[in-house]
């Protein structure tokens, strides 16, 4: 029997732990359902899913960098209606929360997946903002404090389930952003999303990428993430669900202390299939630890 | 539950510059492992935190036991070099499907280039009937005593001309034009393309087992896809190259 | 004696090779001179200095994070008049460049310094814009196009030296920022500074740094830095001194071709008091084994 | 020039829970060695870059090796008590000041903290005259067996009582009220406050060894500063414990 409490509480969804899988780094958990209980899981998090099928960009996608990754996948996925029709039936089988996160290339396309989602019997929607706005030629929604109040807004009137808004790092200030997710009715914010980053093979003499440029992620970034998490825990009133190379209990709990109510596993699965059972053991070995009882005790907890 | 395997090193040398062999214990993986299919190394080393899929070039089911040869091409293969006989290694597998191997086939061709020639050493072992092998190399042969024992004739070409015939593995096949009913092939793309394209010519249907960089190496990420037809090569899909492949029909990749 | 031409041209300014000292990481060379020779050197770049002597944050100071660091120095130095005094005299017995990074919290304070070194035997200046900006109320200047170009103008109007203007990572976008330098007179930019980073020791529950956050460098960066030389590199005209988690010859070639006319080794110094020298011997092997005979065949020669 | 050595590990074994005592080889970094300099272990693993600081503790001029113990506290240390004899180290050393030892002194008193026990060893090595040393743990003591072959008396105390006094080196301090010319002390930063604190109210001079999260380790990143008094504790300047220290007199300090 556990001694410890982990249950937290997002937007009024109870989970049964803090930890999570990040977006597109866990499919909607087939694969990883073949390596550990996806009802261990606080919530899966699952791939971005767009209005209408995205094939998502050429490879390679991949790139390895130092004590990190590039991927520039591209939010490829089977559109809203193959995900219902597979995924939310799979998943529904196991004994977790299941979290959308949710890509479009217009606040239109945003909302036609959360409507559709509105009658599935999924627990919260995950708003990925970072996607480009084709509307506004390609800038990306997550860096303009007034197009994510506007985008959130939008969403949020349709939305039949909670809103987390998730935040892409590749901004000068992440505080007005959240503010403006918060003001346009975010019942939760989720970040860092990737940084913006490249990688040459210099004895080919090109991008390792096809795309040039991939998102970051990995336990590189994580002080990054530690940081902005800060800062956002500081501005807001939300719960905040943080991510950024949690390859570790102890990597959760920085996060925590920082701020975060749960937290999500994301490039730590691909060097550990087990890797987000082995967070939460790490959580529990630590609240046990330390002596406490309930890991709400833990958020933001830091001394002096 | 599947898992990551500890595979104890059971024997490992280099058998050629920057080319090593390494047999590793692990009965799970032996007992349902299949010729072209791969695994994906873990090496866990700070900086490095992709796995490395490596095909499996020879399964020994009595010992328990596979084969992996490998080319020390970066951090990470110099990395897996290191280890010793003896160490335990993090493995994951098998992965991926394998060739397809069909009784009723009776006169195989198998092609093979470079670095990409290991995994035909299982699927040789597997085929029935008449097995011709065709091998292109930059410089040194690998495999091709191996192929040999297991009773193929096998053809050689080296870029240098210093085994074989002078040129490159097309070259030899146009040379030898051999007969068959299936071909199957891996190496480079340029290669695996160009052997597509002299099998559709012969009209033998030809089986590519693709590379591509990989993130998680179960099929999750969707990171290591490859461009295949659902219709035409207008009408394509990405298909995954670590789940849905490594193995493909030549006739389904949009090239 | 050597196969391969590393001269490069900084405005002007010939340096035996592209490979610098990043600011702040090697002092202005005393120390390190007693590990490597400093004539090797293509340039050494001092740290940080301002009019009057600062006194920097409180320690711990330093954090070690994965695959990097952060430090919180804040920008401890001896004053411009001191540095005079004693540091350049030491470096001048040495066959490298000088190049000196100035801070300042005002336009005034940056002037001040600028004009002070307008008499002395140094090569370059280099604009460290990422001080926080006292006046403004302590946002960085580095972080608004109108006021780098404030500020690169009215420094550009008194120097005697020509003017590298040193960018930070942490903005939305790099490009304008580049380019607002450049319409300041900047005669050459370097890039990138540190991105902010933050760590929490989960057992004292603390940061780990007194003054909370600090600058995240080494090679966990390097994918945003190798991003942002690339993006300036395809906007801007002016050579671009490339940065951010150098460590062999193999990552200084990454940025050449990104686009980067010279680069600088900072964290790698840390790890390996020689880095800076096996980065230069890395540089020409590369050269030598794909058979360019000179280093400016290598910038921004990426293939297709 | 110098630089960063290779030294072969001699010796390496736990002698208390998690504390490792090492023997490495370094006739170069033995030559010039004094007491209460350290020196930087270049661990060059991947996501660690930091070379870690470790006090000398011992000094043997013949065989040419030094003795440092430490306590696995995190990764870089955990990973220093995975190496094995044999193997070699990069160490760059000997850095800092050390303690200064002068001869017209004749009664010592030497107190050491924790970890902070080690460089000790090689002070009192050093040390002339009288020399009583007071040691500090939480639980476990080591090196008491060391000081007392050395010629010194030796008191401790412990936090658990289970060796010594129960209570802190102040308590201890404070019970024998050892009369001296000059105090050497290691240990936790509140622990040297207090010497410091209790040496002025006794006249003692008092020398303490600082440490701090440290970068470049010789003095170039000035990451590693403590502050010390220019005339009071107001007009005060940051200096650095790599290069400035680790010794400092503890009136220096602004605590
Ligand atoms: C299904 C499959 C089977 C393979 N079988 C073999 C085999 O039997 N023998 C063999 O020698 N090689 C094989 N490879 C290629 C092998 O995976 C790479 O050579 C190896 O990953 C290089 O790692 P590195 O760290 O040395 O190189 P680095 O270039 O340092 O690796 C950096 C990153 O790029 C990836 N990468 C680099 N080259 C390749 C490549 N050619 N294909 C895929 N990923 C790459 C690495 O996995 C890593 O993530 C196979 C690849 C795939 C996809
Ligand atoms: C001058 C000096 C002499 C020292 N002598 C000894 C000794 O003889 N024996 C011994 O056991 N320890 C000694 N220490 C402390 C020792 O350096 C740390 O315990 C060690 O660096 C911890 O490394 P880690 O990777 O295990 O810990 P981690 O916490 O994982 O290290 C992370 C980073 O923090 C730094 N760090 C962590 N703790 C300390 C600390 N207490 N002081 C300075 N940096 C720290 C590390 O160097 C590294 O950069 C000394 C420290 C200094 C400054
Ligand atoms: C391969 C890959 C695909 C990703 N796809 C998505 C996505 O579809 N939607 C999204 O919001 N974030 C996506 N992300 C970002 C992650 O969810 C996460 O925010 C980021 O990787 C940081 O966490 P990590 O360092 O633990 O991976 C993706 C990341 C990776 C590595
Ligand atoms: C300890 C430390 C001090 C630094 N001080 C300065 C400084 O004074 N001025 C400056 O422009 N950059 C400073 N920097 C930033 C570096 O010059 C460099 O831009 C950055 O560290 C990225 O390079 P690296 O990853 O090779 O270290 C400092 C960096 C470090 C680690
Ligand atoms: S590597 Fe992740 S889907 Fe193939
Ligand atoms: S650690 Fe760099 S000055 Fe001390």
């Known amino acids: 029997m556990k001694k410890v409490n982990m249950k937290i509480n997002i937007a009024g969804v109870e989970l049964e732990n803090p930890v999570m899988t990040a977006s597109g780094t866990f499919g909607s958990g087939k694969e990883y359902g073949e390596y550990i209980d996806l009802s261990e899981l606080g919530a899966v998090v699952v791939k971005g899913v767009a209005s209408t099928p995205w094939k998502g960009n050429p490879s390679p996608r991949i790139a390895e960098t130092y004590g990190?990754?590039?991927?520039?996948?591209?939010?490829?996925?089977?559109?809203?209606?193959?995900?219902?029709?597979?995924?939310?039936p799979f998943l529904k089988q196991y004994d977790t929360k299941i979290i959308v996160n949710i890509a479009g290339r217009t606040v239109e396309e945003?909302?036609?997946?959360?409507?559709?989602?509105?009658?599935?019997?999924?627990?919260?929607?995950?708003?990925?903002?970072?996607?480009?706005?084709?509307?506004?030629?390609?800038?990306?929604?997550?860096?303009?404090?007034?197009?994510?109040?506007?985008?959130?807004?939008?969403?949020?009137?349709?939305?039949?389930?909670?809103?987390?808004?998730?935040?892409?790092?590749?901004?000068?200030?992440?505080?007005?952003?959240?503010?403006?997710?918060?003001?346009?009715?975010?019942?939760?914010?989720?970040?860092?999303?990737?940084?913006l980053g490249m990688k040459i093979d210099i004895h080919r003499r090109k991008p390792v990428l096809a795309n040039r440029m991939?998102?970051?992620?990995?336990?590189?970034?994580?002080?990054?993430?530690?940081?902005?998490?800060?800062?956002?825990?500081?501005?807001?009133?939300?719960p905040i669900i943080g991510m950024g190379g949690i390859m570790t209990g102890e990597d959760a709990i920085?996060?925590?202390?920082?701020?975060?109510?749960?937290?999500?596993?994301?490039?730590?699965?691909?060097?550990?299939?087990?890797?987000?059972?082995?967070?939460?053991?790490?959580?529990?070995?630590?609240?046990?630890?330390?002596?406490?009882?309930?890991?709400?005790?833990?958020?933001?907890?830091?001394?002096g | 539950m599947k898992k990551v395997y500890d595979c104890e090193i059971i024997k490992h040398k280099e058998i050629a510059p920057c080319i090593f062999m390494m047999e590793v214990l692990s009965e799970e993986i032996v007992c349902s492992a299949l010729a072209g299919q791969f695994v994906s190394i873990y090496l866990n080393k700070g900086e490095m935190l992709l796995p490395r899929p490596i095909s499996i070039c020879d399964i020994d089911k009595d010992k328990g036991t596979l084969k992996l040869i490998y080319g020390v091409v970066g951090k990470g293969t110099?990395?897996?070099?290191?280890?010793?006989?003896?160490?335990?290694?993090?493995?994951?597998?098998?992965?991926?499907?394998?060739?397809?191997?069909?009784?009723?086939?009776?006169?195989?061709?198998?092609?093979?280039?470079?670095?990409?020639t290991p995994p035909l050493i299982e699927l040789?072992?597997?085929?029935?009937?008449?097995?011709?092998?065709?091998?292109?190399?930059?410089?040194?042969?690998?495999?091709?005593?191996?192929?040999?024992?297991?009773?193929?004739?096998?053809?050689?070409?080296?870029?240098?001309?210093?085994?074989?015939?002078?040129?490159?593995?097309?070259?030899?096949?146009?040379?030898?034009?051999?007969?068959?009913?299936?071909?199957?092939?891996c190496g480079p793309k340029g290669m695996l393309r160009a052997v597509d394209l002299w099998g559709r010519e012969k009209g033998i249907k030809t089986q590519v087992s693709l590379e591509e960089r990989m993130a998680c190496g179960i099929g999750?990420?969707?990171?290591?896809?490859?461009?295949?037809?659902?219709?035409?090569?207008?009408d394509w899909q990405n298909r995954r190259v670590c789940k849905d492949g490594p193995v493909f029909w030549g006739e389904e990749v949009v090239w």
């Open chain 2, 78 to 116: 110099a990395e897996l070099a290191a280890f010793k006989t003896g160490e335990v290694l993090k493995v994951l597998g098998p992965v991926g499907n394998g060739f397809k191997i069909e009784d009723t086939i009776k006169k195989h061709i198998v092609i093979g280039g470079g670095i990409g």
């Open chain 1, 214 to 238: 991939g998102g970051f992620s990995g336990p590189a970034i994580k002080p990054v993430a530690v940081r902005m998490v800060h800062q956002v825990a500081e501005a807001v009133d939300v």
């Open chain 2, 124 to 185: 040789v072992k597997q085929l029935k009937g008449k097995v011709e092998v065709f091998l292109g190399f930059a410089k040194d042969s690998i495999l091709e005593e191996r192929f040999k024992e297991l009773g193929a004739t096998v053809y050689v070409a080296t870029e240098d001309g210093s085994m074989g015939i002078k040129g490159n593995v097309i070259d030899l096949l146009e040379q030898i034009n051999p007969d068959g009913d299936m071909i199957y092939s």
């Open chain 1, 254 to 303: 920085e996060f925590i202390l920082a701020g975060a109510t749960g937290v999500a596993v994301g490039t730590a699965n691909f060097a550990d299939p087990t890797a987000t059972i082995k967070v939460i053991e790490g959580i529990e070995n630590y609240l046990l630890e330390y002596g406490f009882e309930n890991i709400e005790e833990l958020r933001g907890n830091l001394l």
């Open chain 1, 110 to 195: 945003y909302c036609e997946v959360v409507e559709a989602l509105g009658d599935t019997d999924i627990d919260l929607l995950e708003l990925n903002i970072s996607c480009p706005n084709v509307k506004e030629g390609g800038v990306c929604f997550g860096t303009d404090p007034f197009m994510v109040e506007e985008v959130t807004k939008e969403v949020k009137k349709v939305a039949k389930q909670p809103l987390i808004v998730k935040l892409t790092p590749n901004v000068t200030d992440i505080v007005p952003i959240a503010k403006a997710a918060v003001k346009g009715g975010a019942d939760a914010l989720s970040l860092i999303n990737t940084l």
């Open chain 2, 220 to 234: 999750a990420c969707v990171g290591c896809t490859c461009k295949t037809k659902k219709k035409n090569e207008e």
């Open chain 1, 68 to 88: 990190g990754m590039l991927n520039s996948v591209g939010l490829q996925n089977p559109g809203i209606k193959e995900f219902i029709k597979e995924d939310i």
